[in-house]
C-alpha cells in the first residue's frame, strides 16, 4: 500500500498539531503550576481530536488533527530533561535576556524543542527548528520569532556537539619510592 500526498499531508498536519497542544501544555504547566500527567490527562479528554470530540477546532480551544503519542512524548521529554535544556538555554542567552524573563510562550517553544532535540532518538533538527518556528509566528509577533531561529539553531549545534571526554589521570612512573612501580 503506497502513501498518497494526502495521507502525508495529514500525518505533517498531524505532528504539527501534537507540537502546537505540546507548546499550549508547557505553558499550562508553567503558569499553572500543574503535574505534567495531570495536564497531558486533561488535554487528551478535552483538547486534543479524539473520538470523543471528534469535531474539534483551534478557536474552541482544541487542537485538531493531533496525534496524542508524540504530543506525550513532547511534553514528558520537555519536562524530564528542562534542567538540561535550561542549562544549555542560559549559555546561548545573553546575560541581559535571561530564561526567566522571556515570554512563557517563548520559553514554551524553546521547552518543547529543546525536549525533541534532546530525545534519544531526535528529529533532525532542520525540521524541529521549522515546526516551531511555524508554531511561533501563529503565537508571536515582532522580533521573538527571528530570535528563536537563531537560538534554536544555537541549541541544536550545542546538543550535537561530542561530549568532550574527560582526560584520565595516569600515574607518572619515575623510580621515586612513591611510584606505584617502586
Excluded at 501534537?18 to 503550576?33: D, K, M, W
Aim: with cysteine; charged share 25%; hydrophobic share 40%.
Amino acid at each position: 500500500m503506497t502513501q498518497t500526498d494526502g495521507d502525508r499531508q495529514s500525518k505533517v498536519r498531524s505532528r504539527t498539531a501534537s507540537r502546537v497542544a505540546a507548546v499550549q501544555a508547557l505553558f499550562q504547566i508553567e503558569i499553572g503550576g500543574e503535574s505534567p500527567e495531570h495536564v497531558i490527562n486533561q488535554f487528551n479528554r478535552h483538547r486534543l481530536a479524539t473520538s470523543a470530540v471528534p469535531e474539534c477546532s483551534y478557536a474552541e480551544g482544541q487542537v485538531p488533527d493531533a496525534d496524542g503519542r508524540l504530543f506525550g512524548i513532547v511534553v514528558r521529554g520537555a519536562v524530564a530533561r528542562q534542567g538540561r535544556i535550561d542549562g544549555l538555554l542560559h549559555e546561548i542567552l545573553p546575560p541581559s535576556w535571561p530564561l526567566a524573563r522571556l515570554d512563557p510562550v517563548l520559553r514554551a517553544i524553546m521547552h518543547a524543542a529543546g525536549g525533541e532535540m534532546t530525545a534519544a532518538e531526535p528529529t533532525p533538527a532542520r525540521v524541529i527548528i521549522n515546526e516551531y518556528m511555524d508554531i511561533a509566528h501563529g503565537f508571536l509577533a515582532g522580533d521573538e520569532p527571528r530570535m528563536l531561529n537563531g537560538v534554536l539553531d544555537a541549541l541544536s549545534r550545542r546538543v550535537n556537539e561530542p561530549e568532550t571526554p574527560v582526560a584520565e589521570v595516569v600515574p607518572v612512573l619515575d623510580g621515586s619510592p612513591d611510584s606505584p612501580e617502586s
